[in-house]
């Protein structure tokens, strides 16, 4: 069994900010592989589903950023599971808007919610880190990740979310590489090319006759043409 994370700020006022991709990661994986709906769980949202025969819940700490290591340890002691089962979905600024990545244990960076699950359940657990940038400066953060998503970012960030989904499966299945691979197809899809390949043309004097050296005078071949 496995236990997604999505971390985020509840309420209406968060829903698109920065900081609340972890949120709509999971929002979209419920979505597209036709999860249970939300229920209240664990100081969370909760929704259950499957892979095949991998059992998935996925779980949206409901206690604020800083406090979500209190819901996801709960989790946790009820499931019986282990740091190694958990896979945690952030928002992060040191990757580029659109980026993602795929990260064992290590550090929280800084990162309030990642910093809460830590002393909840220490660092050796699963995180896909999702980029969004950074303000250029340590004091304009906090503004940052607290704002909406702009327009301009609808297109990136609507096909990081599908991609996610679409390698949802191959995360649970532990295979980081194909979940990778699902997301780029869709943030960066092959390029199919729009020229069509020429048509073959035979030259007026590639004919079997000109090929074999052709005798006839120019009015005669006319009026075999015609024939």
Avoid at 20 to 28: E, K, P, T
Avoid at 90 to 117: C, F, T, W
């Amino acid at each position: 069994m496995q236990l997604f994370v999505g971390l985020g700020n509840p309420g209406a006022k968060y829903a698109r900010n920065r900081h609340n991709v972890g949120f709509m990661a999971l929002d979209q994986i419920a979505s597209d592989h036709g999860f249970g709906p939300w229920r209240g769980k664990f100081k969370g949202a909760l929704s259950e589903g499957r892979f095949g025969s991998d059992r998935v819940m996925l779980l949206k700490p409901e206690t604020f950023m800083n406090r979500s290591g209190q819901s996801v340890g709960e989790a946790m002691r009820f499931f019986k599971l282990e740091p190694g089962d958990v896979t945690v979905f952030h928002d992060e600024l040191d990757l580029a808007p659109g980026k993602l990545r795929v990260k064992q244990g290590g550090g929280h960076a800084g990162h309030n919610g990642l910093r809460s699950i830590h002393a909840a359940i220490g660092p050796e657990y699963q995180r896909i880190r999702i980029g969004i940038g950074h303000p250029g400066h340590k004091d304009a953060v906090s503004g940052y990740v607290l704002r909406d998503f702009p327009k301009a970012d609808a297109d990136w960030l609507d096909d990081l979310l599908r991609g996610i989904g679409d390698g949802a499966p191959q995360l649970a299945a532990g295979d980081a590489g194909k979940f990778m691979n699902a997301v780029a197809l869709r943030v960066n899809p092959p390029r199919s090319s729009t020229s069509k390949p020429k048509e073959a043309q035979t030259p007026a004097d590639s004919t079997p006759e000109a090929q074999e050296g052709d005798s006839r005078n120019p009015l005669q071949k006319l009026v075999d043409r015609f024939r």
